[in-house]
C-alpha cells in the first residue's frame, strides 16, 4: 500500500485539526469538523493552509506568466505597426520621387500613365534592384522595386534612387529591336539624372556603341562622388545581427 501525502486540516471555527490526505474524497469524514457540524446542524469543512498556501502561490505564479505573455504580445504588436508605419512612408517616398521623374521624363513617354510600382524588400545585402513589365498600349505596365530594408547611408540611397530611375526609363522608352538597354534608354537616365539633381553626367569614358549595365555604373559611381543624391529610404526592418 503506498502512503498518501498527508496534510494538517484544521477547522476554522474551533481549531481543531487532524492529518488527512491531501485530497481528501469528497465524503472523508476528515474533511469535516464533526463537532461543530453536529452544533451548527450543517457540514463545517476544515481547511488546510499549507494546501492553500501552495494554490495561492500557483495563482500567482499563473498570473504572472499571463501578464508577462500579454505584454510580449502588446510589444509584438507595437513593433509590427511600427514596421508598418516605416513601410508606409518609405512607399509615400519612393512614390513621389517616381512622379518628379515621371514628369522630368515626359518627352519619352509623352504623357503616358505613370507605371504601377510595386516595393518589396530584397534580401540582397549589395543593393536596390528592380524590374519592369510592360504593359499594352495605353498602359506603362509594373515596377517590381527591390530595395535593402535597412539600406541607409549614401550608397544604398543614390543606389535605390538610380534603380527606380532605370526602371522609370524602361517605361519611358520601351525596347527596341527587343534591345531594352539601348543608346535613347540611357540618355533618357542621364538627361533625367542631370535635372533632377543639377549636375552633369559624363559618358566620355564610353567607348564605341557599347550601351548596358556598366552604363549604370557609370551614372552611380558619379552620382557618388558628387554626392548630390538625397533619397533617404527608412529603414524598414532591423540590421540583421551577425
Ligand atoms: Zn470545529
Ligand atoms: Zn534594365
Known sequence: MTTKRQAR???LTCGEGG????????????????????????????????????????TAKTQERSKKKRQKEAARR??????ERL????E??????????????TPYHKGKPIPRIVITDT???????????????????EITLR???FGTGNFHEARSWKVLLHELCHAACPPKQGDSHHREFYYAMKTTTEKRWKCFISFA????????????????SQLLRLAVVKFPIPETRQRPIK
Do not use: M
Not at 569614358?205 to 552611380?220: A, E, F, K, M
Open 9 to 11: 486540516w484544521t477547522c
Open 19 to 58: 492529518l488527512a490526505p491531501t485530497k481528501p474524497r469528497r465524503d472523508d469524514v476528515r474533511r469535516y469538523c464533526l463537532s461543530c457540524s453536529a452544533k451548527t446542524g450543517r457540514l463545517v469543512e476544515k481547511v488546510a493552509p499549507s494546501l492553500e498556501k501552495k494554490r495561492e502561490a500557483q
Open 78 to 83: 507595437g513593433r509590427v505597426t511600427a514596421n
Open 87 to 90: 513601410v508606409k512612408k518609405r
Open 92 to 105: 509615400k517616398l519612393v512614390l513621389e520621387e517616381a512622379e518628379r521623374l515621371w514628369k522630368l521624363l
Open 123 to 141: 534580401r540582397q545585402t549589395r543593393g536596390a534592384s528592380g524590374y519592369w513589365r510592360g504593359g499594352g498600349f495605353f498602359s506603362s505596365g
Open 147 to 149: 530595395l535593402v530594408p
Open 205 to 220: 569614358s564610353l567607348t564605341g556603341n557599347r550601351w548596358g549595365y556598366h552604363v549604370d555604373d557609370v551614372i552611380l
